[in-house]
């Protein structure tokens, strides 16, 4: 099984930057991706970025440009570069990784989440 912990969040202004960080333990055969997702109140979870094995990534149309995703597969880690953050992008932020290995299947594990408070 993998374990997922994010670090990183915080409140910052408009226009300012953060950092997350998510750092994966346990035991597993593969991984095909780690990203990220966020989850608004009252809204649904979106996929904000995300980052397979051979390095593609993907992200939502609402953060090209300003949020960027990086993977470390040595130290199974990845991180969401936010720059240029706005209100709308408030939302408790959680790590996630597709993997499979002995006794499971390909399937997702998610991180507890981080809160990222952008104030105007």
């Known amino acids: 099984q993998v374990q997922l912990v994010e670090s990183g969040g915080g409140r910052v202004q408009t226009g300012g930057s953060l950092r997350l960080s998510c750092e994966a333990s346990?035991?597993?055969?593969?991984?095909?991706?780690m990203g990220w997702y966020r989850q608004a109140p009252g809204k649904a979870r979106e996929l904000v970025a995300a980052i397979s094995n051979t390095g593609t990534t993907t992200s939502g149309n609402s953060v090209k440009g300003r949020f960027s995703i990086s993977r470390d597969d040595a130290e199974n880690t990845v991180d969401l570069q936010l720059d240029n953050l706005k209100p709308e992008d408030t939302a408790v932020y959680y790590c996630n990784a597709r993997a499979y290995g002995y006794g499971f299947n390909t399937r997702d594990f998610w991180g507890r989440g981080t809160q990222v408070t952008v104030s105007s």
């Open positions: 346990g035991s597993w055969h593969g991984m095909n991706s």
